[in-house]
């Protein structure tokens, strides 16, 4: 049997039509339940120095954070332990830590750090000196 050019040519296009609409409807839902995340979390802006320690107490037990590093990944160190978390500043930068109190609230830790100096940036080596002859 021989399908013709112009047939077979609209049912693609219909079928390219059904998977673009139900994509998009993905990518709308989605974003529709990250601004309503959002919207619940109550936000609690939080100011480091360098080599400063904080700890965020009354989490929930069996709970993980959610960490986002918003600027230098090197800036803070997380440690977890049942019902607290505790941060240190190492570094200028901030970072978005979401957590689930014991009470139940959600809240969004805005955390910047603050150093005397610039940023250190990488941990990428540097060029060797030249021998000596």
């Avoid at 480091?48 to 986002?68: A, E, F, R």
């Avoid at 990944?73 to 570094?91: C, M, S």
């Amino acid at each position: 049997m021989i399908v013709e050019g112009s047939m077979a040519r609209p049912r693609a296009r219909q079928i390219l039509a059904i998977v673009l609409g139900v994509m998009l409807a993905v990518v709308q839902l989605s974003a529709v339940l990250a601004i309503a995340d959002a919207a619940k979390r109550r936000i609690i802006p939080l100011t480091l120095i360098k080599g400063q320690n904080y700890t965020i107490s009354d989490v929930k037990k069996g709970t993980s954070p959610g960490i986002k590093v918003v600027k230098n990944p090197n800036a803070l160190v997380v440690q977890t332990a049942p019902g607290r978390i505790e941060l240190l500043g190492a570094d200028s930068g901030a970072w978005n830590i979401k957590v689930t109190l014991a009470s139940g609230e959600k809240v969004l830790y805005a955390v910047s750090v603050k150093a005397e100096g610039p940023p250190q940036g990488d941990l990428a080596p540097g060029s060797a000196p030249t021998a000596i002859r």
